[in-house]
Antibody
């Protein structure tokens, strides 16, 4: 079954770190660029980061640059988002999504809550 | 960053009636390669977004033909020819001609 399954969401204090994972199944993971997109409670969609098929090219939205890092392990069919120095405004459901220019497959999302 | 502006922000539609959502971008989405990088997504309640339309007017696999997209440059429209109950949710336009990809604010469609 073609799917993406996120994990790693949690309640964390401001300033702490967290790593999200996205397990891919049912397709050749290494053939696709991958993204993280987030959605704060009751808000719209915000793109967070993209990584190329081989992991050598990455880009992050300005609000997370220097704090978040996208990475991937093609041997494990897994996408990651390492998040440092978390802030209250990082609270959101984080989705992984497949594609380059558009996102044709999304995971169900994992909730990250940053609160003291 | 490119700003995407959707109107209206909410829409209440009688089943079987048409609906239309407008999306305007702050810059042209026509790339030098000839493609226009404008997409439409539907997020049903409690679900992740799903791709409806890619590159302005192409329906994604499995999307009913009552959905259609049109437009060019900076002005785009998503139309539903006859709204059904399953069409309820938030509709987002998105551009990816340049990083970062940006979304419109979302249009909430509900059934009367």
């Amino acid at each position: 079954q073609v799917q993406l399954v996120e994990s790693g969401g949690d309640v964390v204090q401001p300033g702490r770190s967290l790593r999200l994972a996205c397990a891919a199944a049912g397709f050749t993971f290494s053939d696709y660029g991958m993204h993280w997109v987030r959605q704060a409670p009751g808000k719209g969609l915000e793109w967070v980061a993209v990584i190329s098929t081989d992991g050598t090219k990455k880009n992050h939205v300005d609000s997370v640059k220097g704090r978040f890092t996208i990475s991937r392990d093609n041997s494990e069919n897994t996408l990651y988002l390492h998040m440092d120095r978390l802030r209250a405004d990082d609270t959101a459901v984080y989705y992984c999504a497949r594609g380059l220019r558009h996102f044709d497959l999304w995971g169900q999302g994992t909730l990250v809550t940053v609160s003291s | 960053d490119i700003v995407m502006t959707q109107t209206p922000l909410s829409l209440s539609v009688t089943p079987g009636q048409p609906a239309s959502i407008s999306c305007k971008s702050s810059q042209s989405l026509l790339h030098s390669d000839g493609d226009t990088y404008l997409y439409w997504y539907l997020q049903r309640p409690g679900q992740p977004p799903q791709l409806l339309i890619y590159e302005v007017s192409n329906r994604f696999s499995g999307v009913p033909d009552r959905f259609s997209g049109s437009g060019s440059g900076t002005d785009f429209t998503l139309k539903i020819s006859r709204v059904e109950a399953e069409d309820v949710g938030l509709y987002y336009c998105m551009q990816s001609i340049q990083l970062p990809p940006t979304f419109g604010q979302g249009t909430k469609v509900e059934i009367k």
